[in-house]
């Protein structure tokens, strides 16, 4: 029997999750996912079932992203709106919960906002390892680069976002206390 | 002492020993720079995961139904082709003895049904993708078969066991059921040797898939339907070439990573019809 099937329909939410922060364009992800998961079962012989299935995918949707890419020439861009694309606009639209807990949600989106403005190499393993809490042995399997690669790019990750809203931390601290 | 990026992380993030730990803290004390990292590291442990959840999971769209089925769909097919239980007419019959490469051979032929017949929607970034060519005024059933023949790799062709006995059953169940006698074309002149046939459906309509292998590289598809005149052209459809034409009540296609004049060259040597 597929060892694999059976993880591929119980992490079609993740997958999706990730295929959207990958391509940051619905359709895109879409065929991301499909692609990814019709190569995964044609190639399932590779897989090791005492490995996480999740990298494995994620390795495998990387890779076709990454050559899908440089068929196109083309980097994501940082923020895409509009009837398929997701918007991560997070500059306005105070809305009326937001008033009701504004410094929280607020904070929240300033979090967002940071990781996103990273270049692509370091977006994607603050969204690996700070926001999917892979290790960083996982985050270097998907990304098919040395451990030290990873941890290269998640310090400088860390010290622009964290440059980038010592501001909002000093303030929101100052409010807590 | 030497600070590298990982020292200064297990630092910030509380993961250093009390000595090494102290031994930072004193590095810290005479360099300003070092320590305005650090103050930035700090500033960077933030609630990552929650934040996520609360900010950008809600703007996400939900994942698509359709798309759901036809992952769950291809998970089934390959749950069938990989030894599950086979009901059929009220008996139950197991494939878990099959040989491996009859099940994989099951699977793709399952994948293949399941890609043409349901039509998995591949082709979008073939057919509308930025810097491809010429998708837009390719036929639904080339681009469903020039989508399934991108799956191929070329160890998927070699695993496919002896062409044969299978092509002797295909050739017999054309004639018997279609009245159709198919003729294999002999490519070795040109390098390719013929690895397989398959018998496909698009959109309620046959579709006749050969399969040769070169000396290197991917798979070559020759697909063959029956269908209303369509003009000559070619074009690329995810990275794959396609030469596309008619001959008789037959539309043809070539498909593979060739480059134009080799697939040119190619078409020129096909002696046709082939049924």
Not at chain 1, 59 to 81: C, G, K, Q
Not at chain 1, 140 to 145: D, Q, R, S, Y
Not at chain 2, 28 to 40: E, F, G, I, W, Y
Request: glycine fraction near 6%; charged fraction near 20%; proline fraction near 5%.
């Amino acid at each position: 029997m597929s060892a694999l099937a059976p993880h591929l329909t119980l992490l079609l939410p993740k997958l999706w999750r990730f295929a959207l922060r990958l391509t940051r364009h619905q359709h895109d992800a879409e065929d991301l996912v499909q692609r990814s998961c019709v190569r995964a079962l044609e190639r399932q012989q590779q897989w090791n079932p005492e490995g996480s299935p999740l990298s494995w995918l994620y390795a495998i949707m990387h890779s076709i992203w990454l050559n899908e890419m440089r068929s196109r020439r083309l980097h994501p861009v940082s923020s895409l709106t509009g009837d398929d694309g997701i918007d991560s606009d997070v500059t306005d639209a105070t809305t009326a919960s937001e008033l009701a807990e504004p410094e929280s949600l607020v904070f929240c989106r300033q979090i967002v906002a940071a990781v996103d403005a990273l270049p692509e190499a370091q977006r994607l393993v603050m969204l690996l390892i700070a926001v999917d809490g892979m290790s960083y042995a996982e985050a270097a399997e998907v990304l098919n680069v040395p451990m030290g690669t990873v941890m290269s790019r998640i310090f400088r990750a860390r010290v622009s976002i964290g440059e980038r809203l010592s501001g909002a931390v000093k303030s929101r601290r100052i409010h807590v206390a | 002492m030497l600070l590298d990026e990982q020292t200064l992380l297990a630092y910030v993030d509380g993961d250093l020993s009390a000595q090494r730990r102290a031994e930072v803290e004193a590095a810290l004390s005479v360099n300003a720079d070092l320590a305005q990292t650090v103050r930035h590291l700090q500033g960077s442990r933030l609630p990552y995961q929650s934040a996520f959840e609360r900010a950008a999971l809600p703007s996400m769209p939900p994942l698509p139904d359709a798309l759901r089925e036809r992952i769950e769909a291809l998970s089934a097919v390959a749950v069938a082709s990989h030894g599950a239980a086979l009901v059929s007419q009220g008996r139950t019959a197991s494939l878990a003895h099959m040989p491996p490469e009859n099940q994989r051979r099951l699977w793709w032929l399952g994948l293949a049904v399941l890609t043409l017949v349901l039509g998995l929607g591949l082709g979008r970034w073939s057919a509308t993708g930025m810097g491809k060519a010429g998708g837009d005024n390719i036929e639904p059933w080339i681009v469903a078969a020039s989508n399934y023949h991108a799956m191929y790799a070329r160890e998927t062709v070699l695993d496919g066991g002896e062409a044969s006995t299978q092509v002797a059953a295909l050739k017999a169940r054309l004639l018997t059921q279609h009245n159709i006698n198919l003729q294999i074309p002999d490519l070795q002149p040109q390098g390719l040797r013929f690895m397989r046939a398959q018998q496909l459906q698009f959109d309620g309509k046959l579709v006749i898939q050969l399969v040769y292998l070169p000396q290197t590289g991917s798979p070559v598809a020759l697909c063959l339907t029956p269908a209303i005149a369509q003009k000559r052209r070619a074009a690329v459809l995810d990275q794959q070439q396609v030469l596309a034409w008619q001959n008789g009540a037959w539309a043809y296609a070539l498909i593979g990573q060739l480059s134009a004049p080799a697939m040119q060259h190619l078409r020129e040597r096909l002696v046709l019809p082939l049924v």
